[in-house]
């Protein structure tokens, strides 16, 4: 089945550790993003990449950091530096059609 | 002003009724739009691309007002588990799609 995988499901952390969400995608598709949703606000981009090697940032990028690598793959660190990252995080890619698609995503506590 | 406004409801509705949500948007440069479900707890879904001509899909219709820089969504013969949050997305180019906050829509019995 093609589709987009994240992990884990939840995810638990302490007060300034570094972690890392993975997203993994079999589409085929050449753009991925990252979100975070928020009670009551809307998903709010993070870094989204169009290509392989590059990547930009979105709207709310400080105290996030990116790689891609390869295609099928987009992982996201949230660091130390990120102030309140207990939030549902949603990775997504991009078809020709420009519709996105989302991974079942991962909701992060920072304890 | 939001980029993409939704009246956030809930909108309570009994099982057969019929329901509608409108969303406006503030970039008059917005190049494409769409309608996600999003269900408790759970990813957003695609329901549906709107267009300029509008377009049906079985019980569900959207149409698309770029004068009036609004899109709406009209629910026919609603079922209890069409009951989600209906997100309203306007893609403003260079694939940034920007997001309203949703419609909550409860269906009973």
């Known amino acids: 089945d093609g589709g987009i995988t994240q992990s884990p499901k939840y995810l638990f952390r302490k007060e300034g550790q570094n972690v890392t969400l993975s997203c993994e995608q079999n589409?085929?598709?050449?753009?991925m993003y990252w979100y975070r949703q928020d009670p009551g606000q809307g998903l709010r981009l993070i870094y989204y990449?169009?290509?392989?090697?590059?990547?930009q940032k979105g709207d709310i990028a400080e105290g996030y950091s990116v790689s891609r690598e390869k295609k099928e793959s987009f992982p996201l660190t949230v660091t130390s530096a990120q102030k309140n990252p207990t939030a549902f995080y949603l990775c997504?890619?991009?078809?020709?059609?420009?519709?996105?698609?989302f991974g079942p995503g991962t909701r992060l506590t920072v304890l | 002003r939001k980029e993409v406004e939704q009246d956030p409801g809930p909108f309570n509705v009994p099982e057969g009724a019929t329901v509608a949500f409108n969303c406006t948007y503030s970039?008059?440069?917005?190049?494409?739009f769409f309608w996600y479900r999003q269900d408790c707890r759970k990813e957003p879904k695609l329901l549906m691309s709107?267009?300029?001509s509008g377009n049906e899909d079985g019980r569900f219709t959207a149409q698309l007002n770029r004068a009036s820089q609004y899109i709406s969504l009209l629910i026919r013969d609603s079922k209890l588990s069409d009951s989600a949050t209906y997100l309203c997305v306007v893609n403003q180019g260079f694939q940034k799609l920007v997001f309203g906050t949703g419609t909550r829509l409860l269906v009973s019995p």
């Open positions: 970039n008059s440069a917005s190049q494409s």
């Open positions: 990449s169009q290509i392989v090697n590059d990547f």
């Open positions: 589409l085929n598709h050449d753009a």
């Open positions: 709107v267009y300029s």
């Open positions: 997504a890619s991009r078809s020709q059609g420009n519709e996105q698609f």
